[in-house]
């Protein structure tokens, strides 16, 4: 195929001109992300993505445009901005691929906000500014091999040791980890209680191996976090978080961005999808003139239109601080469904060409695989939404 | 040095152009509207990267009503300290050129920047009409600069090669591509530029020479005709009585 085929002519989509519900502020970083993403993602993605290799480089880029922790206090090199234009960056990265986005949202949402929200004034000084940046790389570990979907039966352990803890035990499924420079790590007490520790690199007993053959998110890197007798200095300890509650909060934070993001990936696979229908001839024909075609068109602008509107409600909500865990959760679970659906019929609209890496499809499709298990599965988050509505506990 | 970079708004490239009142005039609406990219990724740049080398202050001017504000806002983020927006509808390049001139001539500018052209009218005239207005040197579609103390150097392509040219401050710059490359705004520059000064000052009068009298759009693209390729005679007979190419 030409050169053509691989150049990003991505245009978003508006139906119901949600535009008109966003700020300047919001637009002017839309465009600004959409922009860095045509410039820095876009042209070499692909390959990256091909070679299974995370692009780590552009962390610095990220960290200037200012896509870790928007919507922290200044102060602390965020941005100052509100949820929505974290929202929106997020939609914008996912455009780009899920693997960049999950960069974002583990710097910002599960490394920078733990920091902030239960850390030392210390810790958020020294630490907040230079992951702001990109200048410091983190990771967030809570799953573990045996314990997915029911973090509370954690196995990893500290053992107090006076000034320090003593950390054992193993995290998996770790985005950033092999690249990071420290971890922000959720364990056990002696009595039970769960902690978050700040884990950096080069302790002694800490190893961060790489997991490979992943054929889901390739461009960004995922890796183990391996506790062998670490010695954790009390200061490391972030001093108010206590108990399970403090890393779902987190998660909370980072699956409100992952709903916009996954918004952004089934736009582009829309986007990719209707300009290939009104190009491709077949009979005679473009693709876009025959009724199944429209058909499909018709049902993902409409999925498309309904996820912006709930996103953007979303949002609003989380904007007046309003937004609870559980519609948070909603959101994630059916915009990523959404999303999955939406890259599989622009796979079918694409004919053969939707498997090759001159389209996005392929690559969206295989990493949303991944978004719609991670931060919760689709299934858990049925059982959420479940236990918010009728009041009974599905889990146990 | 005092730095003033002119910036316009036009519609994004992929929008779709009508006109109105009996095709006098361009109809906005549904149109999206983006800063003109000569101004913001050579003009404007180039005059923040000077402002970064050797200090001072870079304003940004716009002839326009308040719709235009985002544009302007944008300008800030990009770095701009300040803004002006001179509150008329720019209606012609007379007035604008106009309007920038009257606005600059007593601020004592070191360089006045802009774009080599709009991307909508690409009259390419209101640059060299303010370096006439304000009697100052011009120079045009620069590519490159480079600047010791008081005098720059700048380099424009020409038929066939390259022009190389020296002039003192204070002058009028034109844009062309590669004079700077393209600054994304960042999430703390969007944030700032809610805070940095816009001043809104009314037009002057003027009376426009020139009139438009009619707006039309390029006449459709005809169907291709395939052409056996055995029958030149008939190609060379519609490329001269049909195309009038030949």
């Known amino acids: 195929m030409s050169q053509k085929a691989k150049e990003d002519r991505y245009q978003a989509h508006d139906y119901y001109n949600v535009d008109a519900l966003l700020s300047d502020e919001h637009k002017m970083a839309r465009d600004a992300v959409r922009d860095w993403v045509k410039k820095e993602v876009s042209p070499i993605i692909e390959d990256y993505a091909n070679r299974h290799e995370c692009p780590v480089y552009l962390m610095k880029g990220l960290g200037e445009i200012g896509a870790f922790g928007p919507s922290l206090p200044a102060k602390y090199g965020g941005g100052g901005m509100d949820e929505t234009a974290y929202g929106i960056i997020m939609q914008e990265l996912e455009r780009g691929d899920s693997g960049i986005r999950s960069m974002a949202s583990v710097q910002g949402s599960l490394v920078m906000y733990p920091i902030y929200r239960y850390g030392s004034e210390e810790q958020r000084m020294k630490y907040l500014p230079k992951l702001a940046t990109g200048e410091l790389i983190g990771c967030f570990g809570l799953t573990e091999p045996n314990h997915g979907s029911d973090p509370g039966s954690m196995e990893t352990r500290v053992v107090d040791d006076g000034d320090a803890y003593i950390l054992n035990g193993a995290k998996m499924w770790i985005t950033n980890s092999p690249v990071a420079d420290i971890a922000v790590v959720w364990a056990r007490r002696e009595d039970g209680r769960i902690i978050g520790v700040i884990v950096e690199k080069g302790m002694e007993g800490f190893s961060a191996p790489e997991i490979h053959g992943k054929w889901s998110l390739r461009a960004s890197v995922t890796g183990e976090l391996v506790f062998d007798n670490v010695r954790v200095p009390k200061e490391n300890v972030l001093p108010e978080a206590l108990g399970l509650k403090a890393p779902l909060s987190c998660l909370s934070k980072a699956r409100y961005g992952i709903a916009w993001g996954a918004l952004g990936a089934a736009m582009d696979c829309y986007d990719s999808a209707l300009r290939y229908s009104q190009e491709r001839i077949q009979f005679g024909k473009p693709i876009g003139q025959f009724q199944l075609t429209q058909k499909k068109l018709a049902e993902m602008i409409t999925d498309i239109t309904k996820a912006q509107l709930l996103v953007w409600r979303l949002g609003a909500l989380a904007d007046a601080g309003k937004a609870s865990a559980a519609q948070i959760s909603m959101a994630k679970r059916d915009v990523v469904d959404m999303a999955l659906r939406i890259a599989r019929e622009a796979r079918q609209i694409h004919g053969g060409m939707g498997i090759t890496g001159e389209y996005p499809i392929m690559r969206h499709m295989m990493n949303l695989e991944s978004v719609v298990t991670y931060e919760g599965t689709h299934d858990i988050h049925l059982l959420i939404t479940g236990m918010d509505i009728t009041g009974f506990n599905a889990f146990k | ?246």
Request: charged fraction near 25%; glycine fraction near 6%; aromatic fraction near 8%.
């Open chain 2, 1 to 246: 040095m005092k730095l003033l970079v002119c910036i316009s708004q036009t519609p994004d490239t992929t929008a779709n152009i009508s006109f109105k009142d009996n095709d006098t005039a361009f109809n906005p609406d549904g149109v999206q509207f983006i800063m003109n990219p000569y101004d913001e990724w050579y003009a404007l740049v180039r005059a923040l990267e000077l402002k970064e080398a050797v200090g001072g202050t870079v304003t940004v001017l716009n002839v326009g009503p308040s719709t235009n504000d985002a544009v302007i806002r944008k300008g800030l983020a990009i770095g701009a300290d300040d803004a002006v927006r001179i509150d008329a509808e720019a209606v012609s390049a007379d007035f604008v050129a106009f309007q920038i001139a009257e606005y600059a001539k007593d601020k004592g500018y070191d360089a006045i920047f802009m774009g080599k052209e709009t991307i909508d009218f690409n009259g390419a005239i209101v640059p060299s009409m303010v370096a006439e207005y304000l009697d100052l040197p011009f120079v045009s579609q620069a590519q490159h600069m480079d600047v010791e103390g008081n005098t720059a150097t700048l380099k424009r392509d020409i038929e066939g090669g390259v022009e190389v040219l020296s002039v003192d401050f204070p002058f009028v710059i034109s844009a062309a591509k590669d004079l700077a490359e393209q600054r994304i705004p960042s999430m703390k520059g969007i944030m700032m530029s809610r805070r940095k000064p816009l001043n809104v000052v009314p037009a002057v009068d003027f009376v426009n020479p020139v009139e438009v009298v009619h707006f039309a759009k390029p006449p459709a693209k005809s169907e291709v005709k395939m052409i056996d390729p055995d029958n030149m005679d008939e190609l060379v007979n519609l490329l001269h009585n049909e195309a009038k190419v030949i």
